[in-house]
Nanobody
Framework: EVQLVESGGGLVQPGGSLRLSCAAS????????MSWVRQVPGKGPEWVSN????????YYADSVKCRFTISRDNAKNTLYLQMNSLQPEDTAVYYC?????RGQGTQVTVSS
């Protein structure tokens, strides 16, 4: 059974940082490209970042480029998202994703 379990969300002030983790199991993690997607209630999902299985190479949405860093530890079957300089517009539920699977999400709230 494929499982993706996100953690690390919370409430942070504007300009603050959070590090999200996604523990993966039930599949060969190292062989799959992985993504972070976020969603605000009432809106569609927004792709944030993904990382491939190669070098690996990371890709970012323009809205988070230079503030967020995606990484993976294949030995630990874990995906990470380091988020710096957080802004209120980053408030969303963040999901770990590898098609067609998605975790349950972790809430990130940026507010003073």
């Amino acid at each position: 059974e494929v499982q993706l379990v996100e953690s690390g969300g919370g409430l942070v002030q504007p300009g603050g940082s959070l590090r999200l983790s996604c523990a993966a199991s039930g599949f060969s993690f190292a062989s799959y490209d992985m993504s972070w997607v976020r969603q605000v209630p009432g809106k569609g999902p927004e792709w944030v970042s993904n990382i491939d299985t190669g070098r690996p190479t990371a890709y970012y949405a323009d809205s988070v480029k230079c503030r967020f860093t995606i990484s993976r530890d294949n030995a630990k079957n874990t995906l990470y998202l380091q988020m710096n300089s957080l802004q209120p517009e980053d408030t969303a539920v963040y999901y770990c994703h590898t098609f067609p699977f998605r975790g349950q999400g972790t809430q990130v709230t940026v507010s003073s």
